[in-house]
């Protein structure tokens, strides 16, 4: 049976452990939590605590207007405030500094230890294995497994798939509950390292990937923001993304169309979500302070609420390859018809104005529009 890889842990450390191999067949939840030794009982968030403030002028190299920032998503002032990371030196954090293996075990190893006992009682050394403690404590706790390798395996940039195994481990599946649909992702599929573990964090909205369509680049290294992000999301439920659907699809406005002299058409896309029930009804009531809850569900029950994301353009080009449906009447049943008929009807829809007139589905597969669904035409 063929087996998912694993983190890599150098026998360097001199200790002999048993331990057993997770295997494709092996459902998740119950892979992970027999790694762990622990079930859902053996540990508490409530164990997580602010220890100490955060303020603007602690890390000169932050910006608090960036994503991670205070101003904004507030992802390393949570995760410092929580004890959890630190910089280079008292004024320096390096966010697009990239995370190492033995740092990303490190951080695994907290959340694992005050999840279960309450205190971060892991160990940082001095000089070059600073992390031998904590890889040893993620090691005999199941967050890694050992295997033939040097510490050079430990110093390396770890990759984004490799992160999604770790922090995947650091606590019981049980404290992932289900808040998105995975269908699909633009990069990610059974093949790809550690599958599991990246569709459980999607799942549980600790990830949601670089665009709305999820997409993930698990080779790519991580910056030490972003592991400030997965982390706080990871151990604080109320960060995590909820109400998503991921199947390789975007919804939007087209609001450009421009024919290009090769033969294909540009297409200028206005990004939304389209969230449905509670998650609908929390987002409808987040943007409209004061509408009560019954005001609220009235107005997202039957269509659901159609919310814009951040109000910029992305280009895409489409062609008579792709698959093309328009509605038949204004809300009518989708019907296939042409790349041209599709175009044609488009651009006038587009010089009125009214983008509920252009609302639609795009469908991806390896970065190509195979498909646009027409929603509402008038």
């Not at 027999?34 to 968030?45: I, T, Y």
């Not at 481990?169 to 289900?178: G, N």
């Not at 990610?188 to 599958?195: E, L, M, N």
């Not at 909205?205 to 997965?230: C, H, Q, S, W, Y």
Request: proline fraction near 4%; aromatic fraction near 14%.
């Amino acid at each position: 049976m063929k087996r998912i890889r694993h983190i890599a842990i150098s026998l360097f450390l001199a200790v002999a452990l048993s331990f057993s191999i997770i295997t494709v067949g092996t459902p998740l939840a119950q892979a992970v939590d027999d790694e762990l030794n622990m079930g859902p009982s053996a540990g508490s968030l409530a164990n997580f605590e602010t220890h100490r403030t955060y303020t603007p002028d602690i890390f000169a190299d932050v910006d608090e207007n960036e994503w991670y920032g205070l101003y904004r998503e507030k992802f390393i002032a949570t995760a410092y405030e929580y004890a959890l990371v630190d910089g280079f030196g008292a004024t320096t954090f390096g966010p697009d500094a990239f995370i190492t293996v033995a740092q990303a075990i490190v951080l695994a190893a907290r959340v694992h230890c005050i999840y279960t006992t309450g205190v971060d009682s892991i160990v940082i050394g001095e000089g070059p294995l600073w992390f031998t403690e904590a890889v040893l404590y993620a090691v005999q706790n199941g967050i890694v497994e050992v295997d033939g390798y040097g510490p050079a395996d430990l110093t390396r940039p770890a990759t984004r798939a490799e992160m999604a195994y770790i922090f995947s481990r650091c606590l019981p599946v049980s404290e992932f509950p289900a808040l998105n649909t995975v269908n699909a992702l633009p990069d990610v599929d059974s093949s790809t390292p550690h599958y599991d573990s990246i569709i459980l964090l999607y799942t549980a909205g600790v990830l949601k990937g670089t665009d709305l369509l999820g997409t993930f680049n698990p080779g790519n290294t991580m910056t030490r923001a972003e592991a400030a992000g997965i982390i706080t999301r990871v151990i604080l439920p109320s960060t995590r993304v909820g109400g998503r659907v991921y199947d390789n699809a975007i919804f939007g406005y087209i609001v450009e169309m421009t024919e290009l002299p090769d033969g294909k058409t540009q297409i200028g896309v206005d990004y939304v979500q389209w969230l449905t029930d509670e998650y609908a009804m929390k987002a409808y009531m987040a943007d409209n302070p004061g509408v009560s809850e019954e005001d609220a569900w009235n107005e997202i029950e039957e269509y659901g609420y159609i919310r814009n994301v951040d109000f910029q353009i992305y280009y895409y080009f489409i062609t008579a390859d792709a698959v093309y449906y328009m509605p038949y009447g204004t809300y009518g049943d989708n019907v296939l018809v042409s790349f041209d008929i599709f175009r044609d009807m488009m651009y006038p829809s587009i010089l009125i104005d009214d983008q509920v007139m252009t609302f639609v589905k795009i469908t991806f597969s390896e970065g190509n529009v195979t498909q646009v669904e027409w929603t509402f035409r008038a």
